[in-house]
Each structure stands twice: as structure tokens, then as C-alpha cells.
């Protein structure tokens, strides 16, 4: 199993105490597993710019991308991700907000469907839980297939040492994500995840705007023809005609929505 460790903060305050802690939980777990670190605030990402590029020509014309790109990489070769995300008023850090941004164009296209997640934010107050739950909106819109959230209230100025309570919560939900990602089982997608796959998938289809304005979307759907959602990951019945429906709706839309461009 490989591990993905991202820490999303400028520093190494309290939530990294406290990743360090849940990695050191997993690996008494399991003395397999392989770690990987990435600190956001060592690789220097400029601020994304809003170009489009990613957008309308594929993320990697991004001027970013060779920074994202070996990212993104350890992303796709990784069993799971674990994100360090220190609450900064009650939302993602600059660094990991920025990081997020360069991720958009996934909305349209997604690709990391076999990901689980874990994510870890500390407060000294209130609101770790909107900072999870920031970042676990956005992740499946990547294709994230689960996200587990550890949000804790640290009272200290980067001197966090874990109460019993605390330490009982991160156990729990630590073995929860180890279990889950050990097994491979995949969950089925929430109609959140369905509506953008299905509808995006339809809109490159008889777009007169993809027409006139093309973009990376007219590449990478047609692989996906035909299906309600990423292969290998299991629907109800129910959720695979949601996912025509909104696949039928979206064909509609696209013959007379036209978003255009302006170089």
C-alpha cells in the first residue's frame, strides 16, 4: 500500500502534530505501507493565473504544469491520499487553495476514481470541520471515490498534544481509512458526482459551441461513451438511470448552449 501524505499548510504546526500521529498510527497497522510527502509551502506554485488553458487545451500547456505535473503523478500512484489542512478562518490555507485552483479542470474531466482520502485539520477554536468539509466537496469532483475527515479543536499555539478523547476519535477513523483503502472496495458515487460526470460527458456531443470553440473535453470523453459513470466503479440501478437522465438533459442543453471565447 502507498500512502500520499500532502501537507496543505505553510508550516509544520498542530495538524501536522497530528498527521504525524495518524501516520505513525497506520504504519502500527501495517509496516508495509510506503509514505510519500509533499509540502505545498517547498515547491513554490505560483498563483494560478485563470488562464483557461487547462480548461480549453489540456492541463498540460498549464505554465504551471511542471510543477503540478509530478504531483498529479504521485496522486495517480498512490492507494490513497492523506491532505494536512491547517484551518485558516475557517477555510483551506492560501497554498492549498492555490494548489485546488490548478486542479479545477478536473470538474470536467476527473480521472483519480479509485482514490480514497483522509483529510486532517486542527482549529484553536472552532471550524476545523468546515475546513474538511471544503476539501471533501471538492475532492470527488476529481474523481475521489471516498473522503474520510478528521476535523479536532487543538487549544495551543503549535504545542498540540492530543487528549485521550482525541486520540481515541483519530484511532477509530484511522484504522476506518486503513480498512477501507486495504480492502479496495469501491463505493458507489453520490448524485453530486453523478450530475457533472454525465452532464459534462453529454455536452461535448452535437455542442455547437465545442464547435466553434473546442476544447480538451471533445478528447477525453469518448473513452467514456456510453458509460454512467467510471468503469470498475459499482452503480445501483437506480443511480445509473439518475445517470441517464441527467446524461439525456445535458444532450439537450448542449445543442443550444453555446459558451464562447475570447483570446
Known amino acids: 500500500m502507498r500512502i500520499l501524505i500532502i501537507n496543505g499548510g505553510p508550516h509544520k504546526g498542530n495538524t501536522w ?14 509496516k508495509t505501507i510506503m509514505f510519500d510527502e509533499i509540502h ?3 515547491i513554490d506554485l505560483p498563483f494560478c493565473t485563470g488562464c483557461s488553458n487547462c ?24 492507494d490513497a491520499v492523506i491532505f494536512s489542512v491547517p484551518c485558516f478562518q475557517g477555510h483551506l490555507p492560501g497554498i492549498l ?8 479542470f478536473m470538474l470536467h474531466r476527473p480521472r483519480y476514481f479509485t482514490k480514497k482520502a483522509l483529510i486532517i485539520s486542527t482549529t484553536g477554536g472552532v471550524s476545523a470541520d468546515s475546513t ?3 476539501l471533501a466537496a471538492t475532492l470527488p469532483g476529481w474523481g475521489f471515490n471516498k473522503c474520510y475527515q478528521l476535523p479536532i479543536t487543538a487549544l495551543s499555539w503549535n504545542d498540540y498534544k ?16 486503513y480498512l477501507d483503502v486495504k480492502s479496495g472496495k469501491m463505493h458507489v458515487p453520490g448524485i453530486g458526482v453523478l450530475i457533472p460526470f ?9 455542442n455547437k459551441g465545442e464547435k466553434e470553440y473546442p476544447t480538451e473535453d471533445n478528447n477525453f470523453w469518448p473513452k467514456y461513451k456510453g458509460m454512467r459513470y467510471a468503469p470498475g466503479i459499482p452503480m445501483t440501478p437506480l443511480k445509473r438511470f439518475l445517470g441517464w437522465v441527467i446524461y439525456l438533459v445535458g444532450k439537450k442543453l448542449s445543442k443550444t448552449m453555446i459558451i464562447t471565447y475570447k483570446k
Open 162 to 177: 492530543p487528549t485521550e478523547k482525541d486520540l481515541e476519535k483519530t484511532t477509530n477513523l484511522t484504522k476506518k481509512f
Open 40 to 42: 505545498l509551502s517547498d
Open 132 to 134: 474538511t468539509k471544503t
Open 55 to 78: 480548461f480549453r487545451k489540456g492541463h498540460v500547456v498549464c505554465p504551471h504544469n511542471k510543477k503540478m505535473q509530478p504531483i498529479m503523478d504521485m496522486i495517480e500512484e498512490s
Open 17 to 30: 502534530r497530528l498527521t504525524e500521529i495518524v501516520r505513525e498510527i497506520l504504519y502500527n497497522f501495517d
Open 198 to 206: 454525465n452532464l459534462f460527458q453529454a455536452m461535448y456531443v452535437g
Open 97 to 104: 487553495k492555490n494548489f485546488t485552483d490548478h486542479m479545477a
